[in-house]
Protein backbone atom coordinates (compact mmCIF):
# COMPACT_ATOMS: atom_id res chain seq x y z
CA UNK A 1 0.00 0.00 0.00
CA UNK A 2 1.09 3.32 -0.59
CA UNK A 3 1.19 6.13 2.06
CA UNK A 4 -1.93 8.40 1.71
CA UNK A 5 -1.42 11.77 -0.30
CA UNK A 6 -3.62 13.45 1.67
CA UNK A 7 -6.39 12.84 4.83
CA UNK A 8 -7.77 9.38 4.91
CA UNK A 9 -11.16 8.62 5.85
CA UNK A 10 -12.63 6.37 8.39
CA UNK A 11 -16.65 6.39 7.59
CA UNK A 12 -17.94 5.96 4.03
CA UNK A 13 -19.15 9.82 4.69
CA UNK A 14 -15.50 11.18 4.78
CA UNK A 15 -13.11 11.82 1.86
CA UNK A 16 -9.44 12.42 1.29
CA UNK A 17 -8.04 15.38 2.00
CA UNK A 18 -6.04 15.81 -0.80
CA UNK A 19 -9.38 15.14 -2.96
CA UNK A 20 -11.35 17.96 -1.97
CA UNK A 21 -12.87 20.43 -4.30
CA UNK A 22 -10.79 23.43 -5.92
CA UNK A 23 -9.94 26.65 -3.91
CA UNK A 24 -9.24 29.46 -4.42
CA UNK A 25 -8.52 32.69 -2.01
CA UNK A 26 -7.00 36.61 -1.96
CA UNK A 27 -3.49 36.45 -2.60
CA UNK A 28 -2.22 38.01 0.38
CA UNK A 29 1.49 38.06 1.77
CA UNK A 30 -0.22 36.87 5.31
CA UNK A 31 -1.90 34.09 3.58
CA UNK A 32 0.03 30.95 3.54
CA UNK A 33 -0.19 27.45 1.86
CA UNK A 34 -1.62 25.96 -1.39
CA UNK A 35 -4.24 23.32 -1.08
CA UNK A 36 -3.52 20.13 -3.86
CA UNK A 37 -5.82 18.70 -5.89
CA UNK A 38 -7.16 21.83 -7.38
CA UNK A 39 -9.13 22.38 -10.62
CA UNK A 40 -8.40 24.80 -13.35
CA UNK A 41 -9.12 28.14 -12.03
CA UNK A 42 -11.77 30.58 -14.11
CA UNK A 43 -10.06 32.64 -16.83
CA UNK A 44 -9.56 36.01 -16.56
CA UNK A 45 -11.74 38.79 -17.54
CA UNK A 46 -11.12 40.32 -20.84
CA UNK A 47 -8.50 37.44 -21.97
CA UNK A 48 -10.22 34.05 -21.90
CA UNK A 49 -6.36 32.32 -22.75
CA UNK A 50 -4.76 33.21 -19.72
CA UNK A 51 -5.99 31.26 -16.58
CA UNK A 52 -6.08 33.53 -13.29
CA UNK A 53 -3.32 31.64 -11.42
CA UNK A 54 -5.40 30.08 -7.60
CA UNK A 55 -4.29 32.26 -4.86
CA UNK A 56 -2.77 30.78 -2.06
CA UNK A 57 -5.57 29.64 0.89
CA UNK A 58 -4.61 29.40 4.43
CA UNK A 59 -3.18 26.38 6.63
CA UNK A 60 -0.93 25.89 9.37
CA UNK A 61 1.63 23.56 10.33
CA UNK A 62 1.06 20.20 11.69
CA UNK A 63 2.85 21.08 14.73
CA UNK A 64 0.33 23.81 15.40
CA UNK A 65 -2.49 21.60 15.91
CA UNK A 66 -3.93 19.51 19.44
CA UNK A 67 -6.64 17.31 20.92
CA UNK A 68 -9.35 19.87 21.27
CA UNK A 69 -8.28 22.89 18.97
CA UNK A 70 -11.35 23.52 16.76
CA UNK A 71 -10.02 23.93 13.06
CA UNK A 72 -11.34 24.66 9.82
CA UNK A 73 -10.71 22.56 6.74
CA UNK A 74 -11.26 24.20 3.36
CA UNK A 75 -14.19 21.88 1.72
CA UNK A 76 -15.82 20.82 5.00
CA UNK A 77 -15.37 23.83 7.25
CA UNK A 78 -15.42 23.66 11.17
CA UNK A 79 -14.21 20.38 13.02
CA UNK A 80 -12.38 19.54 16.14
CA UNK A 81 -8.92 17.80 16.65
CA UNK A 82 -9.47 14.72 18.42
CA UNK A 83 -5.71 14.07 18.74
CA UNK A 84 -2.55 13.12 16.34
CA UNK A 85 -1.98 9.07 16.04
CA UNK A 86 0.88 7.28 13.99
CA UNK A 87 -0.12 4.75 11.27
CA UNK A 88 1.91 2.35 9.63
CA UNK A 89 1.40 2.20 5.86
CA UNK A 90 3.67 0.03 3.59
CA UNK A 91 6.05 -0.06 6.87
CA UNK A 92 6.28 3.38 7.12
CA UNK A 93 4.86 5.55 10.27
CA UNK A 94 2.73 8.28 9.16
CA UNK A 95 1.65 10.62 11.83
CA UNK A 96 -1.69 11.77 10.75
CA UNK A 97 -4.37 14.63 12.43
CA UNK A 98 -7.43 12.92 12.98
CA UNK A 99 -10.46 15.84 12.65
CA UNK A 100 -14.33 15.17 13.23
CA UNK A 101 -16.82 17.40 11.77
CA UNK A 102 -19.80 16.51 14.25
CA UNK A 103 -22.48 17.61 12.16
CA UNK A 104 -21.63 15.91 8.72
CA UNK A 105 -20.37 12.92 10.78
CA UNK A 106 -17.33 12.53 9.19
CA UNK A 107 -13.62 11.95 10.05
CA UNK A 108 -10.46 13.03 8.34
CA UNK A 109 -7.28 11.71 8.68
CA UNK A 110 -4.71 14.53 7.42
CA UNK A 111 -0.63 13.46 7.27
CA UNK A 112 0.76 16.02 9.81
CA UNK A 113 2.73 17.24 6.64
CA UNK A 114 0.33 17.77 4.80
CA UNK A 115 -1.58 20.07 6.82
CA UNK A 116 -0.30 23.30 5.79
CA UNK A 117 -0.62 22.37 1.71
CA UNK A 118 -4.48 21.13 2.68
CA UNK A 119 -5.53 24.15 4.19
CA UNK A 120 -6.49 22.95 7.64
CA UNK A 121 -6.00 26.18 10.06
CA UNK A 122 -7.08 27.30 13.43
CA UNK A 123 -10.12 29.36 13.78
CA UNK A 124 -9.38 33.16 12.24
CA UNK A 125 -8.22 35.58 14.80
CA UNK A 126 -9.44 38.96 15.41
CA UNK A 127 -8.28 40.96 12.65
CA UNK A 128 -9.57 38.21 10.16
CA UNK A 129 -12.86 38.20 11.19
CA UNK A 130 -13.14 41.46 12.00
CA UNK A 131 -12.37 41.94 8.31
CA UNK A 132 -14.95 39.40 7.52
CA UNK A 133 -17.74 41.57 9.51
CA UNK A 134 -16.58 44.75 7.84
CA UNK A 135 -16.94 42.85 4.52
CA UNK A 136 -20.67 41.97 5.02
CA UNK A 137 -21.41 45.64 5.50
CA UNK A 138 -20.45 46.83 1.94
CA UNK A 139 -21.99 47.02 -0.87
CA UNK A 140 -22.53 43.37 -3.50
CA UNK A 141 -20.28 43.34 -6.01
CA UNK A 142 -22.07 41.79 -9.29
CA UNK A 143 -19.36 40.64 -12.24
CA UNK A 144 -21.52 40.93 -15.56
CA UNK A 145 -20.87 37.62 -16.64
CA UNK A 146 -22.39 34.43 -17.02
CA UNK A 147 -24.76 32.79 -13.53
CA UNK A 148 -22.12 29.81 -14.55
CA UNK A 149 -19.01 31.62 -13.97
CA UNK A 150 -19.68 33.18 -11.47
CA UNK A 151 -21.10 29.83 -9.09
CA UNK A 152 -17.57 28.46 -10.00
CA UNK A 153 -16.08 31.68 -8.63
CA UNK A 154 -18.51 31.43 -5.77
CA UNK A 155 -17.63 28.22 -4.54
CA UNK A 156 -14.40 28.44 -5.02
CA UNK A 157 -14.32 31.43 -2.30
CA UNK A 158 -16.17 28.86 0.40
CA UNK A 159 -13.98 25.95 -0.73
CA UNK A 160 -10.91 28.29 -0.03
CA UNK A 161 -11.64 28.15 3.96
CA UNK A 162 -11.39 32.28 4.45
CA UNK A 163 -13.79 33.85 6.07
CA UNK A 164 -13.35 37.30 4.05
CA UNK A 165 -13.86 35.48 1.19
CA UNK A 166 -16.64 33.41 2.42
CA UNK A 167 -18.21 36.96 3.73
CA UNK A 168 -18.27 38.31 0.12
CA UNK A 169 -20.63 35.72 -0.89
CA UNK A 170 -22.65 36.22 1.55
CA UNK A 171 -22.83 40.00 1.38
CA UNK A 172 -22.77 39.62 -2.95
CA UNK A 173 -25.67 36.95 -2.52
CA UNK A 174 -27.79 38.58 0.35
CA UNK A 175 -31.51 40.43 -0.65
CA UNK A 176 -32.86 42.46 1.48
CA UNK A 177 -36.72 43.45 1.34
CA UNK A 178 -37.77 44.91 -1.79
CA UNK A 179 -34.67 43.45 -3.68
CA UNK A 180 -35.59 40.52 -6.63
CA UNK A 181 -35.43 37.05 -5.30
CA UNK A 182 -32.52 34.99 -5.54
CA UNK A 183 -32.71 31.64 -7.38
CA UNK A 184 -32.56 28.23 -6.76
CA UNK A 185 -29.20 27.91 -7.28
CA UNK A 186 -28.02 31.28 -6.22
CA UNK A 187 -30.02 30.49 -2.80
CA UNK A 188 -27.80 27.51 -2.57
CA UNK A 189 -24.78 28.68 -2.61
CA UNK A 190 -25.83 31.44 -0.48
CA UNK A 191 -27.06 29.18 2.67
CA UNK A 192 -23.66 26.79 2.12
CA UNK A 193 -21.71 30.51 2.57
CA UNK A 194 -23.82 31.65 5.46
CA UNK A 195 -23.51 28.26 7.19
CA UNK A 196 -19.78 27.99 6.63
CA UNK A 197 -19.47 31.45 8.17
CA UNK A 198 -21.95 31.13 11.07
CA UNK A 199 -20.11 28.05 12.15
CA UNK A 200 -16.57 29.69 12.45
CA UNK A 201 -18.52 32.74 14.25
CA UNK A 202 -20.27 30.40 16.32
CA UNK A 203 -17.18 28.44 17.48
CA UNK A 204 -15.31 31.98 18.20
CA UNK A 205 -18.20 33.31 20.10
CA UNK A 206 -18.39 29.81 21.86
CA UNK A 207 -22.14 30.27 20.85
CA UNK A 208 -24.51 28.42 18.96
CA UNK A 209 -24.97 28.89 14.98
CA UNK A 210 -28.33 30.26 14.85
CA UNK A 211 -26.93 32.94 17.44
CA UNK A 212 -24.12 33.46 14.83
CA UNK A 213 -26.24 33.88 12.00
CA UNK A 214 -28.54 36.28 13.56
CA UNK A 215 -25.57 38.15 14.30
CA UNK A 216 -23.89 38.36 10.31
CA UNK A 217 -27.75 39.14 9.08
CA UNK A 218 -27.45 42.22 11.87
CA UNK A 219 -23.74 43.45 9.66
CA UNK A 220 -25.98 42.57 6.61
CA UNK A 221 -28.60 45.38 7.73
CA UNK A 222 -25.62 47.54 8.14
CA UNK A 223 -24.87 47.57 4.64
Keep these: MKPPAGAKSTTPQSE ?36 VPPPKPLGNPGSDFKAGDHVVYPT ?41 SSGL ?26 WSRRAQEYEQKINSGDPVQIAEVVRDLHRNAGQPDQSFSERQIYELAMDRLAAEVAALDNTDKNTAMNKLLEHLKQG
Design 16 to 51: PAEAAPSTSSRASSRRPGMAEGQAPSPTAEGNPSRP
Design 121 to 146: RKLAGTDMMGEAMETLKGRARIKRTM
Design 76 to 116: HGVGQVQGIEAMQVAGMELKVIIVTFEENRMTLRVPLEKAA
